[in-house]
């Protein structure tokens, strides 16, 4: 069976998002003040194949964790869809 994984990779709330606050003040600066905290994460689009949504769950679990993100820095969740 086929899948698809959306993946998103945020840096975790407690730590500073260097990116987000420079996206943060352009916005100032074209006059849109009204926004109150931006952050700056990644979007990971994963084709699979597996046996079964476990066994596709956990091929996901694993690439996240052992790559895709950095874990004491990131957080990461992901929605699995049958192809």
């Known amino acids: 069976m086929k899948f698809v ?3 998103d990779v ?14 943060l003040l352009g916005l100032e600066h074209l006059g849109l ?3 109150d905290d931006v952050r700056i994460g990644k979007h990971i689009t994963l084709n699979l ?9 956990e091929k996901v ?8 993100a950095n874990l004491i820095m990131e ?7 049958q192809a």
């Open 33 to 35: 003040d009204q926004v």
């Open 61 to 68: 679990e694993k690439a996240c964790s052992k790559l895709l």
């Open 5 to 7: 994984a959306e993946i």
């Open 49 to 57: 194949e597996a046996e079964t949504e476990d066994i596709a769950r």
């Open 10 to 23: 945020m840096p975790r709330p407690e730590l500073l998002d260097p990116q987000g606050k420079a996206v």
């Open 75 to 81: 957080s990461y969740t992901f929605e699995l869809k």
